[in-house]
């Protein structure tokens, strides 16, 4: 049976990202024609010689999702080279460990330790760029790449939320926020689109271990750190999702057949996370 994604335009932005690449890869094995789009060139351009190889087709763009002028050039390139976005990705997005406190609760004496990273003394501009690469960096592309589908049947976005949107972590206090944000303008955009025939809904990731959060989930000779086994003991499933885990959730809210009713939604894809009590 022929897929629903087969000649589509599917544009995923932070694409040479982890979770973004295997999102990608799977939407070309559906027959999706794939633009991928990255701040740096060369990871995008990794991911679409996998997929060529595979035999899908899939073109690479350098793009700063915080630039609209940058987004107009590539929307302008993508057009030329693959035709009109039919489904919008917004998976760029990150932390930066300017933004994260050093503990998970404040003690009295913190603010007199140099060693500490306090509530207080977190960076104002590493806590911005958190909130717009996060929220600023789905914005603006939804803004260039939506009006593609303006008029045409069957186009939907996809926003990539977190479990930190749901219930904040300790320690990441502007990426929860912002990703607490994506999960509300998704609901705002799923409104406001719905009459448009555009359907716009969130996958909210649990935990996967990536490049961005090795850090925080293990020590430097590759053992766990306490912040894992909390997460671990938090999990019903006691384990870290695997990012091909993420590619059932996304094309069952793409698809325009079997989810054609579904928009405003934030699907947890969690290992249970966020259905369990801690009891």
Not at 70 to 92: M, R, T, W
Request: aromatic fraction near 8%.
């Amino acid at each position: 049976m022929k897929s629903v994604f087969e000649g589509k335009v599917a544009v995923v932005t932070g694409a040479g990202g982890v979770l973004c690449s295997s999102l990608a890869m799977e939407l070309a094995r559906q027959g999706a024609r794939v633009a991928l789009l990255n701040r740096t060139l060369s990871k995008a351009e990794a991911v679409a010689e996998e997929i060529r190889a595979e035999g899908g087709i899939a073109r690479a763009y350098g793009c700063n999702v915080l630039d609209k002028s940058s987004l107009e050039e590539v929307h302008a390139q993508v057009l030329a080279d693959l035709g009109p976005c039919d489904f919008l990705i917004n998976g760029a997005g990150g932390n930066n460990s300017k933004a994260n406190t050093t503990k998970e609760h404040y003690e009295a004496g913190d603010l007199e330790n140099e060693d500490i990273v306090s509530f207080f003394d977190l960076d104002q501009k590493g806590f911005e760029s958190v909130l717009n690469l996060n929220f600023m960096g789905s914005f603006l592309p939804s803004q260039v790449f939506v009006q593609d589908m303006i008029g045409r049947e069957g186009c939907s976005v996809l926003n990539i939320s977190t479990m930190n949107a749901f219930t904040p972590l300790t320690k990441i206090p502007a990426y929860s926020g912002a990703k607490a944000a994506i999960s509300n303008f998704t609901q705002w955009m799923a409104v406001h689109f719905a009459s448009a025939g555009i359907r716009v809904n969130a996958i909210a990731p649990g935990f996967f271990a990536t490049t961005q959060n090795m850090n925080l989930l293990f020590n430097a000779d590759g053992s766990p750190t306490d912040r894992t086994s909390h997460i671990l003991a938090q999990t019903p499933m006691k384990r870290f999702g695997e990012k091909e885990e993420l590619s059932g959730a996304m094309c069952f809210l793409l698809d325009p057949v079997r989810a054609s009713f579904i928009t405003g939604v934030v699907l947890p894809v969690d290992g249970g996370f966020n259905a369990f009590s801690g009891v």
